[in-house]
């Protein structure tokens, strides 16, 4: 292929003629954590020393504050002091991703770290060169046992891009204003979703009341405003993954408010087979979980799919006719803490935890009039859209965050 101007090709591809290609260990010093020994030894742990570990580390954090464990200062000559501003990276575990220590700590060994850069090197700058080589670093790394690691020379042989220092710094501003843009969008989606759960617990329990609403609720068990039906029966793995029918998967019901049907999932049903089919307006439950806390969680059908079922650890609750009651509040009310306190009520199990349709048509719900009902999951189905609004401008920007690391990491777009 031939070069365009201005380019030349070196060992990991095409960059611009004035870039030069470097290994990470030509750059600074490759250190790696350490750990006092014996391990929970009083003398070495507990102490007013922070030391980083593996699990204050997020993927999509610049800076990182240890939290999780601490050393006495005779422990701290043991591990690895780092000075605040040091370029760490995970090398056990999830491998590659690198962070700013925000503070003066040592650093377990799980780490490595990157000193005594060269003038020629702008920190940010590197930081988002690592972040974009993490697939690379953990192809590289050895997988076995429990961890997977990177090795101090693994690691310092990786060979990167260097810019000018003034195209370093160009190409660090852009990206760090998308990470504060990623940033502020991540505080106020996790804002939003606190208000939502207050409001939940507010509105969902009567202790605050909509406009233009008064008089007391009324307790109704379950069994009186509807009745249960099982998912699918009688099938094997053949049956699944084909078929004009559609079913609901587990994890549709377990993640979503209202049902995806972009995530339906073809099964193989005859015409003749006696199978209980999923309507809009259904009600589907989770009938067993790992943690009683996430037992019959609930996800309400909003659409009309024609011939679609529901898989067989999970079970459906139709309301009657004239049964008085909102399917979208019940969905809300069943996710809320109260109906999570319900449910884990009266689910049965010690590793793993059951509810059955019967045990569900006994529960009682203290619920208001259908139109306040109504009210109130508008309110809170609100909420819910702009949160899905903002997840998904999140998403977009991240997306656009990756397409900008691999334009102005590798050279093939210029800001200088």
């Known amino acids: 292929m031939e070069l365009s101007a201005g380019f030349k090709k070196t060992a990991i591809g095409v960059i611009p003629a004035e870039w030069e290609v470097s290994t990470l260990g030509d750059i600074g010093k490759v250190i790696r954590g350490a750990s006092p020994r014996p391990k929970g030894d009083r003398r070495f742990y507990g102490g007013n020393v922070p030391r980083l570990m593996v699990e204050d580390v997020t993927r999509d954090g610049k800076f990182v504050y240890p939290c999780v464990d601490s050393l006495t200062e005779e422990g701290a000559k043991r591990s690895r002091p780092c000075s605040a501003g040091t370029l760490t990276v995970v090398c056990s575990g999830t491998v590659g991703i690198p962070a700013f220590l925000a503070v003066d700590a040592c650093i377990h060994d799980g780490f490595l770290a990157l000193i005594q850069l060269k003038s020629s090197i702008f920190p940010d700058y590197l930081f988002h060169q690592i972040s974009n080589l993490q697939e690379k670093f953990d192809s590289s790394a050895t997988h076995g046992g429990v961890f997977t690691n990177l090795t101090t020379t693994s690691f310092g042989a990786f060979p990167i891009a260097i810019a000018p220092l003034a195209e370093q710094r160009a190409i660090a501003t852009a990206l760090s204003d998308v990470d504060a843009l990623i940033a502020g969008l991540e505080r106020l989606i996790a804002k939003k979703r606190d208000i ?155 590793t793993r935890y059951n509810l059955s349709k019967s045990a569900l048509l006994q529960a009682t719900l203290v619920l208001p009039g259908l139109e306040e009902q109504t009210a109130i999951a508008t309110v809170l189905s609100d909420m819910d859209a702009d949160l899905i609004t903002l997840e998904s401008r999140l998403a977009k920007t991240r997306a656009i965050k990756q397409g900008m690391m691999q334009e102005l990491l590798t050279g093939r777009t210029r800001l200088v």
């Open 196 to 350: 939502k759960q207050a409001a939940m617990q507010q509105l969902l329990t009567g202790q605050t009341r909509l406009p233009g609403f008064c008089g007391e609720w009324e307790p109704r068990p379950l069994g009186a405003l509807g009745a249960t039906y099982g998912g699918l029966v009688g099938k094997s793995k053949a049956n699944f993954g084909h078929g004009s029918a559609r079913y609901v998967p587990f994890v549709n019901v377990m993640a979503n408010i209202r049902i995806d049907c972009g995530a339906l999932e073809p099964v193989d049903v005859a015409s003749t087979e006696n199978q209980n089919r999923v309507l809009s307006g259904d009600l589907l439950f989770n009938g067993s979980s790992e943690t009683p806390e996430e037992v019959a969680l609930c996800a309400l059908m909003t659409e009309s799919v024609e011939d679609l079922y529901l898989n067989s650890f999970c079970f459906g609750f139709r309301l009657k006719q004239g049964a008085e009651a909102s399917g979208l509040f019940l969905t809300y009310l069943m996710r809320s803490q109260m109906g999570r306190e319900l449910m884990k009520s009266l689910a049965q199990g010690s």
